[in-house]
Nanobody, 123 residues
Framework: VQLQACGGGLVQPGGSLRLSCAASRSIFRFNIMGWYRQAPGKQRELVATITSGGSTYYSDSVKGRFTISRDNAKDTVYLQMESLKPEDTAVYYC??????????????????WGQGTLVTVSS
């Protein structure tokens, strides 16, 4: 499985961007897709996750500004980012994984990571 992320770019503070990440093939359900980010000189951190059933989690730093969603038919996850701040500047990575043993048996190379897409928030 390969994950292809896109949608990054340069945006002014207060602006919006939408990231997307598509899997290269159909994925069994009972998985979790998520977005992580890594700013220069910092460790990679969790931004948001969404289960195949639609349950979401957000880090405190993005809660209320970012919205994660997914289209199971397209095996694609999205991250709508609003009210962007300079501190949101980072490379954003998507991730596919599952806590289910049976799922991981079918996907022994999990977790899968996308290649990263750069988001720069600057005036």
């Amino acid at each position: 499985v390969q994950l292809q992320a896109c949608g990054g770019g340069l945006v002014q503070p207060g602006g919006s961007l939408r990231l997307s990440c598509a899997a290269s093939r159909s994925i069994f359900r009972f998985n979790i897709m998520g977005w992580y980010r890594q700013a220069p000189g910092k460790q990679r951190e969790l931004v948001a996750t969404i289960t195949s059933g639609g349950s979401t989690y957000y880090s405190d730093s993005v809660k209320g500004r970012f919205t994660i969603s997914r289209d199971n038919a397209k095996d694609t996850v999205y991250l709508q980012m609003e009210s962007l701040k300079p501190e949101d500047t980072a490379v954003y990575y998507c991730k596919l994984d599952s806590p289910k043993t049976l799922w991981r048996t079918n996907y022994p190379d999990a977790p899968y990571w996308g290649q990263g897409t750069l988001v720069t928030v600057s005036s």
